[in-house]
């Protein structure tokens, strides 16, 4: 018996200790295992937070790309605005210059107006008036009675010529007239302001689709031939060009429409401006 318990009691520690080492290990797999996991998990989000940085990065430069793309068209249209703000005020300067030659000639009319009104007064005032004239009476004269003439003798002396030959007339030679060179006459060019008023359909230029979007504009001056005996345009032509042969098409195509009264302007010339709001003129 005593044996037997020496042996229990000597066993019972080495199973204790065994255990003990079982469990540990036990555990220490599990915390691997658990440690592994966490460890997959953390890779995974560290490419989790690669990826969206690389995405991030990017769209960073996509925006920095587009931002200077922008700047770019910002700085184009604002240079587009000063050129058209700068035509638009040397088109104001010679509009107020057409304006003030054109008060000038007014006022020279309304002084010739005012000469002519004074000399026609001054003539109509020189005229002597009209008197009736008056016939004086005429009398009667008594009638003379008619004298009987005396018969008179009268003697024809008869000369006698000798008829001599007459002289050789010298040929004449046929001189051709000269023909007296033909002096064409230049049709006069009437001017938009003065052709306004007699201009009977007189279409717009449509701004072209095509110039609107890069936001094209120009200035620009269209001669324009009418046929005087029925106000058709006969033919367009571009005197000063818009800058862009788009709207020069569009402006000619549009005032080859035109009519005017017959017998009135022969060749107009027409100011156009294309700017973004459309087409005047």
Known sequence: MLRAKSTISAVTPKIILLLLSCLFLVSAAIFGLVGSYRVDVLRTDLAN?????????????????????????VAGAEAKIAEAENKATKAQTELLKLQNEKAELESKLNASRNEI????????????AASPSQNPDTASKPKQQP???R??????????????????????RKIAPRKTPEVVSTPEI???SSA???????????????ARSPGVTGIGVCIVSVDPASGSVTGASMEQSTGDPTLDKSAVNAFRKWRFKPGTVSKVRIPIEFT????SH
Do not use: C, H, N, W
Request: net charge positive.
């Open 276 to 279: 973004m709001a459309g087409a």
């Open 147 to 149: 004298t009987t003439p």
């Open 49 to 73: 937070a690669i990826a969206a940085r690389d995405v991030a990065e990017r769209r960073r430069v996509t925006q920095e790309t587009e931002l200077k793309t922008r700047e770019t068209a």
């Open 117 to 128: 009104a004074s000399l026609q007064k001054r003539i109509g005032e020189a005229r002597p």
């Open 151 to 172: 018969p008179s003798v009268q003697i024809a002396q008869e000369s006698v010529e000798e008829a001599t030959p007459p002289p050789p007339q010298p040929k004449r």
């Open 190 to 192: 009437t001017s938009y």
């Open 196 to 210: 306004k008023a007699l201009a009977t359909f007189t279409p717009l230029p449509k701004y072209p689709a095509r």
